[in-house]
């Protein structure tokens, strides 16, 4: 792989030159030089060690980027399933463009489907994962997307595999689609929705737009 291992001064100054990483609520400051939940997607990578990751949405690549450079950093030869239809732009539309983007940043090891992810569990590819270890959910921010999302993966998520969820924690407008006519994030309902189930174990971060951790609550074996 073309990353460089360990997160460098020199990978983070790409990420940091580029003022369209810093925008979309992940609570980044680039005059701090400080990559806000960036620093926690980085860590979940490098403590858990996934070898197969999927992330679904993202406007400029920032959190495939941060997560694709920490399996390069494990070393361990993980890549990350990127899926996003490029709706909002054309940014994603292009595949060589795709590929030249991410290799600006030293990474080789993201593998983009310019798909909607009901448009994706019908392909082959969706066939070819046969396990997920990680799993961030950031596309259309409605309850019943990321429901959708959710479910996608989940019959494919390891036991201990975490989802994260992107703006997660309260409702807003957003105007990203559409000037003109706003949606409703209503991710926070469908988290509320999980926190019910008692096989969960759930954790808000509510910093800058909000991200929600859930995992299966482990199974332990007595006397051991």
Known sequence: ???NRIMSFDCLDKIFSCP?????GHGQNQE????GLGWLYYALVRVEQPRSIVCIGSWRGFVPIVMAQALVDNQDGGRLTFIDPSLVDNHWKQPSETNAWFSGFGLDNIDHH???TQEFVKSEAYGEIKQVDMLFVDGMHTAEQARFDHMAFDR???RDGIAIFHDS???RKSKIYDKDNPYEHTVVDYMNELKRRKDLQIMDFPLASSVTLVRKTPTYVEGI
Do not use: A, P
């Open 1 to 3: 792989m073309k990353g």
């Open 20 to 24: 369209e990483l810093m925008r979309m």
């Open 32 to 35: 701090k030089k400080n990559l």
């Open 114 to 116: 310019c798909m909607t």
């Open 156 to 158: 494919k998520l390891v």
């Open 169 to 171: 924690v309260r409702r």
